[in-house]
């Protein structure tokens, strides 16, 4: 069973610069066909300061801490256990490329059911920009099977 103490426990905040080319080949790679998310003229023309950043493309931000694996180290879980049950997103604005963000994960919750052969870890994370205002909320649930 993983150690509900860790319930509530922080990682060091980390910041992330959001890069137009990445922008680009993510908005091409997942099928954006709005030349906003690929085009600068247009963005601007859109009446963004530059490339919106995608949905989704947060997580693969997120991705970019120092040690990705963190959470799953603390909580000594076995990565060939763990599946990814759930992932959500709640925008509060949108980021362009040139931004700052900076990501505080934080665990939220660890419960289990079917008699503890599953156990649920769900991390939140914070986003802001360089001026400290809120971008989004993450929310992703981890499945850990046990037996």
Same mark, same amino acid.
């Given at each position: 069973?993983?150690?509900?103490?860790?319930?509530?426990?922080?990682?060091?905040?980390?910041?992330?610069?959001?890069?137009?080319?990445?922008?680009?080949?993510?908005?091409?790679?997942?099928?954006? $066909?709005?030349?906003?998310?690929?085009?600068?003229? $247009?963005?601007?023309?859109?009446?963004?300061?530059?490339?919106?950043?995608?949905?989704?493309?947060?997580?693969c931000?997120?991705?970019?801490?120092?040690?990705?694996?963190?959470?799953?180290?603390?909580?000594?879980?076995?990565?060939?256990?763990?599946?990814?049950?759930?992932?959500?997103?709640?925008?509060?604005?949108?980021?362009?490329?040139?931004?700052?963000?900076?990501?505080?994960?934080?665990?939220?919750?660890?419960?289990?059911?079917?008699?503890?052969?599953?156990?649920?870890?769900?991390?939140?994370?914070?986003?802001?920009?360089?001026?400290?205002?809120?971008?989004?909320?993450?929310r992703?649930?981890?499945?850990?099977r046990?037996?």
């Amino acid at each position: 069973m993983i150690d509900r103490r860790h319930i509530g426990h922080e990682l060091p905040a980390f910041t992330v610069a959001v890069e137009r080319g990445r922008l680009r080949f993510f908005a091409r790679a997942t099928g954006q $066909a709005d030349p906003v998310y690929t085009d600068e003229a $247009a963005a601007q023309a859109a009446g963004h300061a530059s490339l919106p950043v995608p949905p989704t493309f947060l997580f693969c931000l997120e991705m970019e801490s120092p040690n990705p694996a963190a959470i799953r180290e603390l909580l000594d879980i076995d990565y060939r256990r763990i599946l990814h049950g759930e992932q959500g997103f709640t925008y509060h604005r949108l980021a362009h490329a040139g931004d700052t963000l900076t990501f505080r994960q934080r665990i939220e919750d660890i419960y289990d059911k079917k008699n503890g052969a599953l156990e649920f870890v769900v991390r939140r994370t914070q986003v802001s920009n360089q001026r400290h205002e809120p971008v989004a909320d993450l929310r992703c649930v981890t499945v850990v099977r046990h037996g």
